[in-house]
C-alpha cells in the first residue's frame, strides 16, 4: 500500500508544565494523531537544541532529557522512552550537506522536553522512532527554511518533520501577573498577524517578522522558538502554497500561545 505524503507541523511546546497539565494543547495533539497518518519515523526540530551548525541526534536510545529546574518531582520522573534511527539520522546529515548546510552526526543526545512533551502528547505510546535536530539562532529565520526545504523529501518517505517552540515566548513575562483572563497586550496582534501572512503565503514578510509583525520584539526577545516555525513552513516545500491549517491551543499562563500548524503543501 502506498503512502500518502505526511505533512510538516509546528507545534507550540509551552511550559514543560504541559506535560502533566496538557489543556487544550493536548486535544489538539491527540487529534491531530488521530487525522494523519501514522509516521514510520519523526525528525524534530526543538528550540531547546540551539548549536552553530545543524546537529543531528543519531542514539539509538535516545534519552529523556529533563532540561529544567524547580518543577514537580513527577515530571522528573517522565520518561519517554521512544526508540531512535541512526541511520535516518545519518540521512539528514547528508542531505542538510547536499544542501550546502554543514551538519554534524552527534551519536549520543537524547529528547529535550521541546521534543519530548509534544511527541508525548501526539504518541503517547513512544513506539515511533524519533530523531533530534538543532536549530542555530545565530543563522536566522532563512537558514531554518532552507533546513526545512532540505529534508522537504523524506515526507513522502513517511518521516513526519516538526518544529517545535511556540508561537510566542517572553519568559520575562513569567511573574508578570498575566493569566487566564488577562493575556499580555502583545500575545493576540502577533498571534493574528502571523496567521494572517501564513494563509497569505508570504514567506518574505515572515522571514522578515522581526521588522514588520507587530510587538516583535515583545513577542520574541530572542529568536530560538519561533525559528522551528520556518524549519516547518520550509518543509511544506517551496511552492507559493504552504496550506496552512492554524489549530488555536489558546494562550498559557497569559503570554505562551500555543498555535499548532499543519502544512500541507507540496
Same mark, same amino acid.
Given at each position: 500500500?502506498?503512502?500518502?505524503?505526511?505533512?510538516?507541523?509546528? @507545534?507550540?511546546?509551552? $511550559?514543560?508544565?504541559?506535560?502533566?497539565?496538557?489543556?487544550?494543547?493536548?486535544?489538539?495533539? %491527540?487529534?491531530?494523531?488521530?487525522?494523519? =497518518?501514522?509516521?514510520?519515523?519523526?525528525?524534530?526540530?526543538?528550540?531547546?537544541?540551539?548549536?552553530?551548525?545543524?546537529?543531528?541526534?543519531?542514539?539509538?536510545?535516545?534519552?529523556?532529557? #529533563?532540561?529544567?529546574?524547580?518543577?514537580?518531582? %513527577?515530571?522528573?520522573? &517522565?520518561?519517554?522512552?521512544?526508540?531512535? /534511527?541512526?541511520?535516518?539520522?545519518?540521512?539528514?546529515?547528508?542531505?542538510?550537506?547536499?544542501?550546502?548546510?554543514?551538519?554534524?552526526?552527534?551519536?549520543?543526545?537524547?529528547?529535550? #522536553?521541546? %521534543?519530548?512533551?509534544?511527541?508525548?502528547?501526539?504518541?503517547?505510546?513512544?513506539?515511533?522512532?524519533?530523531?533530534?535536530?538543532? &536549530?542555530?539562532?545565530?543563522?536566522? !529565520? %532563512?537558514?531554518?527554511?532552507?533546513?526545512?526545504?532540505?529534508?522537504?523529501?523524506?515526507?513522502?518517505?513517511?518521516?513526519?518533520?516538526?518544529?517545535?517552540?511556540? @508561537?510566542?515566548?517572553?519568559?520575562? /513575562?513569567?511573574?508578570?501577573?498575566?493569566? /487566564?483572563?488577562? =493575556?499580555?497586550?502583545?500575545?493576540?496582534?502577533?498571534?493574528?498577524? &502571523?496567521?494572517?501572512?501564513? $494563509?497569505?503565503?508570504?514567506?518574505?514578510?515572515?522571514?522578515?517578522?522581526?521588522?514588520?509583525? !507587530?510587538?516583535?520584539?515583545?513577542? #520574541?526577545?530572542?529568536? =530560538?522558538?519561533?525559528?522551528?516555525?520556518?524549519?516547518?513552513?520550509?518543509?511544506?516545500?517551496?511552492?507559493?502554497?504552504?496550506?496552512?491549517?492554524?489549530?488555536?491551543?489558546?494562550?498559557?499562563?497569559?503570554?505562551?500561545?500555543?498555535?499548532?500548524?499543519?502544512?500541507?503543501?507540496?
Amino acid at each position: 500500500m502506498s503512502r500518502s505524503r505526511m505533512p510538516s507541523l509546528f @507545534i507550540s511546546h509551552g $511550559s514543560p508544565m504541559t506535560a502533566l497539565q496538557p489543556g487544550l494543547v493536548g486535544e489538539q495533539l %491527540a487529534q491531530l494523531a488521530q487525522a494523519i =497518518e501514522q509516521p514510520k519515523a519523526i525528525v524534530i526540530a526543538s528550540a531547546h537544541w540551539l548549536g552553530r551548525q545543524p546537529m543531528v541526534g543519531g542514539a539509538a536510545k535516545p534519552e529523556t532529557i #529533563h532540561d529544567f529546574g524547580g518543577f514537580p518531582q %513527577a515530571l522528573f520522573d &517522565i520518561q519517554y522512552p521512544a526508540p531512535g /534511527d541512526p541511520a535516518l539520522a545519518r540521512r539528514v546529515v547528508e542531505l542538510l550537506q547536499q544542501a550546502q548546510l554543514p551538519a554534524q552526526f552527534v551519536p549520543d543526545y537524547g529528547l529535550d #522536553h521541546g %521534543a519530548w512533551v509534544p511527541l508525548r502528547l501526539l504518541y503517547p505510546e513512544a513506539h515511533i522512532p524519533v530523531v533530534p535536530l538543532s &536549530i542555530q539562532p545565530r543563522l536566522g !529565520p %532563512a537558514h531554518q527554511l532552507a533546513m526545512g526545504h532540505a529534508l522537504e523529501s523524506l515526507r513522502d518517505e513517511g518521516v513526519l518533520l516538526i518544529g517545535s517552540g511556540s @508561537i510566542t515566548h517572553n519568559l520575562h /513575562d513569567w511573574r508578570a501577573g498575566y493569566g /487566564d483572563g488577562h =493575556e499580555a497586550p502583545y500575545v493576540r496582534p502577533f498571534i493574528e498577524w &502571523i496567521g494572517q501572512k501564513l $494563509s497569505d503565503n508570504d514567506v518574505s514578510a515572515l522571514l522578515d517578522y522581526r521588522k514588520l509583525a !507587530p510587538f516583535a520584539a515583545q513577542a #520574541h526577545p530572542s529568536d =530560538e522558538h519561533l525559528l522551528p516555525l520556518f524549519f516547518a513552513m520550509g518543509a511544506a516545500g517551496q511552492s507559493d502554497d504552504l496550506q496552512a491549517q492554524r489549530l488555536d491551543a489558546g494562550v498559557d499562563m497569559g503570554f505562551l500561545a500555543m498555535d499548532i500548524y499543519r502544512f500541507d503543501g507540496e
